[in-house]
């Protein structure tokens, strides 16, 4: 696999010596020569100019890129470089890094960016899922902010203890991907029972979070029971269309100040 790399600095040159590693095709493109050298990155090809220029990204063929990586401490340029990758060379994925927090609302499809990598939200997901029980907690968004996966640690008095995965009536749009319990991940099936402890892991749309997470919340008793909606076989098992709606968010939509932080 071919991967264009823009901004060789320590995230970048970390991707690349990863890839490397992998035997994968890598070239990085920064404005500082010097950082060839002091990179250590073996077996990397590298160009030097200014990746926002046509004209540098005509000279490191990033049509023929299988991957473009946008990887510099400046949002403005991954954006830009996500943007000329897809829309001027037809590059079937590109990754940027989001740096503040406050400009990830821009990394979607309309700027060309396919996933968006955002470290500080990343952290703290991370952070909130190894702290929080009993509440719902967004690990990672897919497709460019369409899905995402979350988990949710099963308190100790849960009102879910008990129940059976197929008892319960999950969302439409929330699929029950995998079961984590005594550290060993487990496939879910309707007869697995749910426990305390357990972490369970969905993927779902963006607007499900809300349902799933009233789900998980309501009082003892108010669950709606019906048919497993996990990534397994049960082709026969069909939603049922009484789902509450979802809570109106703000996911999907640019904050009232839609000036660009960077």
Same mark, same amino acid.
């Given at each position: 696999?071919?991967?264009?790399?823009?901004?060789?600095?320590?995230?970048?040159?970390?991707?690349?010596?990863?890839?490397?590693?992998?035997?994968?095709?890598?070239?990085?493109?920064?404005?500082?020569?010097?950082?060839?050298?002091?990179?250590?990155?073996?077996?990397?090809? $590298?160009? *030097?100019?200014? !990746?926002?220029?046509?004209?540098? %990204?005509?000279? /490191?063929? +990033? @049509?023929? &890129?299988?991957?473009?990586?946008?990887?510099?401490?400046?949002?403005?340029?991954?954006?830009?470089?996500?943007?000329?990758?897809?829309?001027?060379?037809?590059?079937?994925?590109?990754?940027?890094?989001?740096?503040?927090?406050?400009?990830?609302?821009?990394?979607?499809?309309? $700027?060309? *960016?396919?996933? !968006?990598?955002?470290?500080?939200? %990343?952290?703290? /997901?991370? +952070? @909130?899922? &190894?702290?929080?029980?009993?509440?719902?907690?967004?690990?990672?968004?897919?497709?460019?902010?369409?899905?995402?996966?979350?988990?949710?640690?099963?308190?100790?008095?849960?009102?879910?203890?008990?129940?059976?995965?197929?008892?319960?009536?999950?969302?439409?749009?929330?699929?029950?991907?995998?079961?984590?319990?005594?550290?060993?991940?487990?496939?879910?099936?309707?007869?697995?029972?749910?426990?305390?402890?357990?972490?369970?892991?969905?993927?779902?749309?963006?607007?499900?979070?809300?349902?799933?997470?009233?789900?998980?919340?309501?009082?003892?008793?108010?669950?709606?029971?019906?048919?497993?909606?996990?990534?397994?076989?049960?082709?026969?098992?069909?939603?049922?269309?009484?789902?509450?709606?979802?809570?109106?968010?703000?996911?999907?939509?640019?904050?009232?100040?839609?000036?660009?932080?960077?």
């Amino acid at each position: 696999m071919k991967v264009v790399i823009v901004g060789a600095g320590s995230v970048g040159s970390s991707i690349a010596r990863e890839l490397l590693a992998h035997k994968h095709d890598i070239l990085l493109i920064d404005l500082k020569p010097e950082v060839i050298g002091r990179s250590g990155l073996r077996g990397a090809h $590298w160009l *030097v100019g200014d !990746a926002c220029e046509l004209s540098t %990204l005509q000279g /490191a063929k +990033v @049509e023929d &890129a299988d991957v473009v990586v946008s990887a510099t401490g400046d949002d403005k340029v991954n954006l830009v470089v996500s943007l000329l990758a897809k829309t001027e060379f037809g590059v079937g994925r590109t990754v940027g890094r989001v740096n503040n927090p406050k400009n990830d609302w821009m990394f979607n499809d309309s $700027w060309g *960016v396919d996933v !968006a990598v955002n470290t500080p939200q %990343l952290m703290t /997901a991370l +952070v @909130e899922e &190894a702290v929080e029980i009993g509440d719902l907690v967004r690990l990672l968004t897919l497709q460019t902010g369409v899905a995402s996966l979350v988990e949710f640690t099963v308190p100790h008095d849960s009102h879910v203890i008990g129940m059976t995965v197929g008892d319960i009536h999950w969302p439409e749009d929330a699929t029950l991907v995998a079961i984590l319990r005594d550290q060993a991940p487990i496939t879910p099936s309707r007869d697995d029972v749910i426990d305390g402890g357990d972490e369970l892991f969905f993927v779902t749309t963006i607007a499900a979070e809300d349902r799933l997470r009233e789900l998980l919340s309501s009082a003892p008793g108010s669950i709606n029971t019906g048919s497993l909606n996990t990534g397994g076989t049960d082709a026969g098992d069909q939603p049922a269309n009484n789902a509450q709606p979802a809570t109106a968010g703000s996911h999907g939509h640019a904050p009232d100040d839609d000036g660009f932080d960077g």
